[in-house]
């Protein structure tokens, strides 16, 4: 899939939607530009330690806003003193 942009005069250019949608881009999102012979190649970049990235996937992003709304609701369970008390618990 190809498409052409025009350079600004700022030397800047826009990335069309579909494209920013099929790899995930979001606006104020990282790109890395590499020089490959005669062409410009851009790779979606974040800018965060890789051994954390699954927390910042939309799945877990969406799984932390769900939790939230169900602290702020009061439905959590009470505190423990032992593994114990908390499988009794789950178990009733």
Do not use: C
Not at 46 to 71: A, M, R
């Amino acid at each position: 899939m190809s498409t052409i942009m025009k350079i600004s005069p700022q030397g800047q250019i826009r990335i069309p939607r579909k494209f920013m949608e099929m790899l995930g881009l979001e606006k104020g999102g990282y790109i890395e530009a590499l020089l490959e012979d005669d062409h410009i190649a851009l790779k979606p970049r974040k800018l965060i330690d890789p051994s954390q990235g699954w927390y910042w996937t939309k799945e877990w992003q969406q799984v932390e806003k769900n939790v939230d709304g169900q602290i702020e609701k009061g439905e959590v369970s009470p505190t423990f003193q032992t593994a114990e008390e908390g499988i009794k618990w789950l178990k009733e």
